[in-house]
């Protein structure tokens, strides 16, 4: 019999019906990252601490127990969708037993962000998504152009995600002043502009990593 491996913590970010009386779930533990296992259990509720066990070391394991931590993050209306788009993100982006274990303590975060400030989730999304991409290698530079020259408040960049920002001498359709990018790049949310413009910017960086296939999740949003 295979070994059952230790507690973790973890959070469920999906599951779906798999053969008879049985889920496919889709897991992310703080110590060994995203996991996919069959359960014959009822699975908890998204959104709520765990501490679970599993057994097998192949890619497909068997959760053995589950059992909640505390309450779980109680989220309506954009804030719940705000909470499935973040699941969506880390089951298409993480890598099978690959730990972050700070962005997953910054998930906690943003959930109980989320529960707070269902009016406000702009921010919280934002942060996020750019820590997932700097946790995964492709960190989003607000400061530095294309040509690694500092930002100017008064130029204006076009954003290529391949390449970076890139200076340009004419005001087009998605193009950026300095400043505003420099806004993002300080987490100032003060204007519309700003939350519009880092919405825009950081999902044509994400949609390299997605590819074709859109986020279900999105389509939930008012």
């Not at 779930?25 to 259990?41: D, P």
């Not at 890598?95 to 303590?105: D, I, N, P, S």
């Not at 950026?176 to 519309?192: R, S």
Request: charged fraction near 20%; charge should be neutral; proline fraction near 6%.
């Amino acid at each position: 019999m295979a070994e059952i491996a230790p507690s973790c913590h973890g959070y469920l970010l999906h599951s779906r019906p798999y053969r008879e009386k049985s889920r496919l779930t889709e897991w992310w533990t703080l110590e060994h990252g995203r996991i996919s296992a069959v359960m014959r259990q009822n699975p908890p509720p998204l959104f709520q601490p765990c501490l679970m066990a599993w057994r097998g070391k192949k890619p497909l394991k068997t959760l053995q127990n589950h059992e909640s931590v505390g309450v779980p993050y109680i989220l309506e209306g954009n804030a719940m969708f705000a909470g499935f788009y973040l699941n969506e993100l880390l089951v298409r982006l993480l890598a099978y037993e690959e730990a972050h274990t700070e962005l997953f303590v910054l998930y906690s975060q943003t959930l109980e962000s989320l529960k707070d400030k269902p009016n406000d989730i702009e921010p919280a999304l934002r942060h996020f998504e750019r820590c997932l991409l700097a946790s995964l290698g492709y960190a989003l530079d607000f400061c530095i152009d294309a040509q690694q020259q500092v930002i100017q408040p008064n130029n204006f960049y076009l954003y290529e995600p391949q390449n970076g920002f890139v200076l340009i001498d004419k005001i087009e359709h998605n193009v950026w002043q300095g400043k505003t990018l420099l806004a993002i790049a300080a987490e100032d949310w003060q204007l519309n502009t700003t939350k519009q413009a880092a919405k825009k910017i950081i999902r044509a960086a994400l949609a390299v990593h997605l590819g074709n296939k859109p986020l279900k999740s999105r389509e939930l949003f008012i």
